[in-house]
């Protein structure tokens, strides 16, 4: 069975980036007179729900934890680096608000964000680093942000965030001014 895009809706919670597999009926299902029905596919919203939760349940992606780490910078000793690869979703946001407060606690004076390897950032994530930028600094620490990607340089400056952050080509040029 091979999956069908599902198209964005706030009913099921989807993104129009996800697709779930969809069960086609059989032939005798075609003269139900369904008005529901739509070419072989027959699909109340409970059903749907139930399908979209069943395929999560199954999602092969790796877990959050594995996808978002930080650690101290060698050539730098006063930074951290902390490095997010994959999607920044909603999944993430919490864990992504935890990482970059324990950065703050490490006693450094630069937490660097990596989201060179990051694929998708939600427009919601990018306000989580606008917030995180500003307990940065109450704390006394500047959270730098190297992206890379045409993507999350494009949700940053749709969420109105990215005049905040001085732009980094690279990571070490954000560990080094």
Known sequence: MQPIPVPRSPVLGLDERETIPLRYLPASAYATGNPHHQD??????TTA???VDQHRRRDPRPSAAARLWSRRSTEYPD????RVEGELDAVLHDELRTVLGRCRSMLCRVVVLDLRATTFMSIRAAAVLADAKADAWRAGVELRVVSGRKEVERALEVAGVRPQFRYFPTLRTALAS
């Open 40 to 45: 072989g596919i027959d699909m109340s919203v």
């Open 49 to 51: 729900m139930y399908q």
């Open 79 to 82: 930074c951290v680096i902390a």
